[in-house]
């Protein structure tokens, strides 16, 4: 059974009500296989990992339903990922290092994706990591949802979706190496004899291009934690305030408050020219937003730094710049 997920105010719909169903005109509407984005704990979170990682040589598959009608901005296709992997330092082998990489996903209306269809998701290094029961690593947490904006109207309003997710990188090719992404049970209740998910085992670094061949290994028991999340036009504000830089000789700590309705994420940019930002520190999800950058994570005097938080539609806030100062002699 398809799911269309409306928002937290509204009921799940059921497969029968997808082409008449309302959509919320506050709230992202969700399109998953399973009616709360909140159920897909399997694999990703730990525990036996079903050998669900995502691959340069492993891709996942998900048919979902035609979009509902509605008045839409924007458009975002997703995963709940986790379990990024760790190997010892070579140079300190009781220390742990990421093994990183880039997670792709890929939207289209038949099941072969194109390089305009596919987008970048994340990477490992904002992923959190599995833990290792010798030793600390750092960055160990649950499984979360990682979201990529897509242009609208690759999202069909009345044909199926299908969304694939894999890696390009040629490391992630087992479970010992590479993410995992989250399912959820197939309630028996459920079951329509149709088959909505498939395993695809074949590829090198690419998504399916044949739809002859993409749909490998058909899965009917368990869901896939791929999911397309619709944006109604909003005018939320996201205001971000009392940024802070405490310097603590090799590491800084940056702090700031975030004012806004449900905020999703946060996290600090750098910048040279104040007009290329980007991201120096990890992803926090939850108050307090406090950041360490140690090392090489933090930008050289001159530089400029600022908080930045997004919410749920989409929308992202910044904090005013802060210029690091030179060293005083």
């Known amino acids: 059974m398809i799911f269309l997920i409306l928002s937290l105010f509204l009921a799940p719909a059921r497969a029968q009500d997808l082409p008449t169903a309302s959509t919320s005109t506050i709230m992202p509407t969700y399109l998953a296989l399973s009616p709360n984005l909140n159920d897909f704990k399997r694999f990703a979170d730990g525990g036996s990992d079903g050998n669900w990682y995502i691959g340069y040589n492993n891709a996942w598959i998900v048919k979902l339903p035609p979009a509902p009608a509605g008045e839409f901005s924007r458009a975002y296709i997703g995963a709940r990922i986790g379990r990024a992997k760790t190997r010892p330092n070579p140079n300190r082998p009781w220390e742990r290092q990421l093994i990183d990489g880039k997670i792709y996903m890929a939207i289209s209306q038949t099941p072969a994706f194109s390089s305009g269809q596919s987008f970048y998701l994340a990477r490992a290094r904002d992923i959190s990591v599995e833990p290792n029961p010798n030793t600390f690593v750092d960055g160990v947490g649950p499984a979360e ?18 969304l694939v997710i894999w890696s390009p990188s040629e490391y992630f090719t087992q479970a010992s190496s590479a ?106 999800r939850q108050q307090p937003f406090m950041f360490t950058l140690k090392g090489a994570e933090m930008p050289p005097p001159g530089s400029y730094l600022r908080g930045a938080a997004r919410d749920v539609t989409g929308a992202v806030g910044d904090s005013p710049i802060y210029a690091i100062p030179y060293a005083s002699r």
């Not at 309630?187 to 149709?194: I, L, T, V």
């Open 145 to 162: 949802w990682f979201w990529t904006e897509v242009p609208l109207n690759l999202v069909s309003f009345t044909q199926p979706n299908y």
């Open 179 to 284: 993410p995992i992404l989250a399912a959820a049970e197939v309630d028996a209740s459920q079951a329509q004899g149709e088959t909505h998910a498939w395993n695809n085992r074949e590829i090198v670094g690419v998504p399916p291009r044949d739809p002859a061949t993409s749909l490998e290994t058909p899965i009917d028991n368990i869901n896939p934690a791929l999911a397309i999340k619709l944006v109604p036009p909003s005018e939320s504000e996201i205001v971000v305030t009392e940024f802070s830089v405490q310097n603590l000789g090799k590491k800084s700590v940056v702090s700031f408050s975030v004012a806004g309705q449900d905020i999703a994420e946060a996290w600090v940019e750098a910048s040279r020219d104040q007009l290329d930002w980007e991201r120096v520190s990890p992803i926090e």
